[in-house]
Every structure is written in C-alpha cells, then in structure tokens.
C-alpha cells in the first residue's frame, strides 16, 4: 500500500471562541493541552503500524494551533519529527492567530521545520474585529506580521473575512489595500457565512443580522480586482497567490488525493473511506489512551461520489476541471455554458467571473 503525502492536524483550542465558527474548538488549559499533544502522537502511531506516512505536506489547523504553549509545540515538534521521514516535504503550514504569536514561539515554529504560516487576521479594522470577537487588535496583527517576516517564514499566508455584519466597501478595500501593501506570498479572502449552531446564526435568524446578496457581490467583485491587479492570482474562488506559493496542502485536498487526519474533529480519506474523529477532545484523549479507536463516522465513497466531488470543488479552482469529466452532465454543462457560468479554455471547463460569483451553485449542479 502506498505511504500517506498528506497530514492534517487538528488542534481544538481558542484564546476564545468566535461567534461565527462551526468548527470543533474549546478553550484549552496546559493539563488538557499537553495530553492532547500526547494523544495525537499516539494516534499517528497507531496509524504507522498499518500503512506509512511520508508527508509531503503537513497542515497543523484548528481552532488555534499557536495556543499551545511553547513546551508543548516542543514536544509536538519533537514528537513529530522522530516518527516522520521529512525528505519528501514541500509544505508545512501553521495557522496563527495574532495573540498567541510572540517572537520566542515564532523561531521555535520556525526552527521545527514549518515553512509556511496562515495567520487569521481577518481584518485590520479595529471596529470590525470587535464585530467579529476576535481576541487580536489590528496593531497586534501588524506586530505579528512583523514579527512572522523577522523570522524567515518562507510563505505567510493573511487571512481575511469580507460581509461582516456592518462592514462597508470602503472598509473592505482598505483592508485589501493593507494587506497588499504588507505584500504576503499568499491571501485568503473568505465571505462570512452563516453556519448553524453558531451566535450569527441566531442573530440572523432573530433579524439582528441581514444579509444582503448584491452587497456581497460588490465585496467580492473588489477583491477579485484588487488582489488580481496587485498581481495575486485567483487560484481558487477564497484563494490568492503570488506565483509558485499556492497552498499545495489544500490543492492536494481539491484535486482528491489522500489524506491522514489526526485529533479531535479530524477527517480523513484514506482507501476510499472518509473517516472523522469524535468532537469531543476528552473523548479523544481517553480512547486513545485506552487503545481504543478515536473514529466517530466512516463512509465509504463510490466512485460516482469521487467523480461528483472532484468537479465540483475543481471547477472552484482557475484551471477548472477537463472536458471529458463532465460526460455524465453534459446537459448541466451546456445549461451553465448558456447562462455565462462555464466556459471551455483548452480542454478544460472553468467558471467564468460571474461563475466565480455563483460557485457553490454552480458545483451544486453536478452533486
């Protein structure tokens, strides 16, 4: 069986908790935080005894991956380090957040060997970062990004968020023009949603919050045009690249390919299986520890499922999906081609810009 390229590593804990994230995260303490460290070297153990993993790209997501104390990144590090053949690795990245970055833990995340930090700025205006809850100030991010540049990172990826509640264009831009005068290799550029189960949920539901579509538009209208002229490339509807600096972790994820994840939360696709760990970091820890498995779901994928899930999130991207792909939805495909959604450059299909706009509607058709 051939080795595992590519590892996730979820880690759950938050200075605090957002008001508009889904995603599995509590807050953390240094008893709970170190034995989760544990847990999850444990768990890649256990994964090794059945099938190798020889990463080509690393991905420490969250929650916060920077809350973790600095002992306890030593001992991940460290942990890692000993189980893992680094000499295939092209990519490791770090998500940060600006709170929990100081130089110290910076040339230790460095020095282990990340090449690649994703720092959640979300945005560089105070008033919307209060909006947003967020722990961080805007001169906090500007330090950190300082601070991330003094160090030698070789890629930083900014995190943004547009279509916050109370956000306007001009608010928006500036913080394109920010960004873009900071000059990272990479930016994220993510429209809020409203996922359930999360404090903005409820306000919409309730009325406090209002979405409004042609106002999102405008939004991402703006940040397609301002990060392309600045010379980003839109490699992905949320993502932007200066050339060669495109994530390869996630690109790996879009285009299907395997991989291992590790922690509380945590998916993987492996053999044709989508896995997912239990949401519940105690949980985790004790099945760990007691030689249990920490899998919560496995659903087996068919091949008709690969093939929906592979347009679809590869007609996100700018190179779009190849013709032939689409033999099954050639009806769908000439609708969308129609109506101005798709169009065909050099054998493949791809969305145009007002596909861009409409993506997640677009790969809806072919699910």
């Known amino acids: 069986m051939p080795p595992v390229e590519h590892l996730y590593i979820h880690i759950p804990f938050c200075p605090k908790l ?37 990463p080509r790209t690393i991905y420490l997501g969250g ?45 230790l995340i460095r020095q282990a060997g990340v090449t690649r930090i994703s720092l959640g700025v979300q945005s560089w205006d105070d008033a919307t970062l209060k909006t947003l809850g967020r722990v961080h100030s805007s001169k906090q991010a500007h330090s950190t990004f300082d601070i991330l540049r003094s160090v030698d990172f070789p890629a930083i990826n900014v995190d943004l968020m547009f279509s ?38 409820r306000k919409l539901t309730s009325g406090k919050f209002v979405q409004n579509e042609a106002h999102d538009a405008s939004l991402f209208e703006s940040t397609m045009d301002r990060l392309g002229a600045a010379g980003y490339r839109q490699y992905e509807i949320s993502n932007h690249a200066r050339p060669g600096f495109e994530s390869r972790h996630n690109l790996a994820c879009w285009e299907g390919k395997e991989y291992l994840g590790l922690g509380p939360s945590a998916f993987s696709t492996l053999s044709g299986n989508r896995i997912q760990n239990i949401c ?21 994928l068919d091949a008709a499922t690969l093939l ?25 495909a000439a609708h969308l081609e129609e109506i101005g959604l798709l169009e065909r450059r050099d054998g493949s299909v791809v969305l145009t810009r007002r596909g861009r706009m409409l993506a997640d509607a677009v790969g809806e058709a072919f699910m």
């Open 18 to 54: 957002c008001p508009y994230c889904c995603f599995y995260v509590e807050e953390g303490s240094r008893n709970k935080n170190t034995a989760f460290v544990e847990a999850v070297l444990t768990e890649l153990d256990t994964h090794m005894e059945r099938r190798p993993v020889v």
């Open 63 to 107: 929650g916060t991956p920077t809350a973790l104390l600095t002992d306890q990144l030593e001992l991940l590090f460290t942990g890692l380090r000993a189980r893992l053949p680094l000499d295939h690795l092209v990519e490791w990245t770090m998500e940060a957040n600006p709170a929990t970055v100081r130089a110290e833990k910076a040339s």
């Open 164 to 201: 916050v509640p109370g956000q306007s264009l001009e608010q928006w831009e500036s913080d394109l023009a920010t960004t873009i005068r900071l000059d990272p290799n990479h930016v994220s550029a993510y429209c809020l949603t409203y996922e359930e189960d999360t404090e903005y949920f």
């Open 280 to 300: 519940d970091t105690a949980g985790y820890v004790a099945r760990i520890k007691s030689g249990a498995s920490p899998e919560a779901t496995c659903e087996t």
């Open 308 to 332: 929906k899930e592979r347009i679809a999130f590869g007609l996100r991207k700018d190179s779009g999906v190849p013709e032939d792909l689409l033999g099954n939805w050639r009806t769908e």
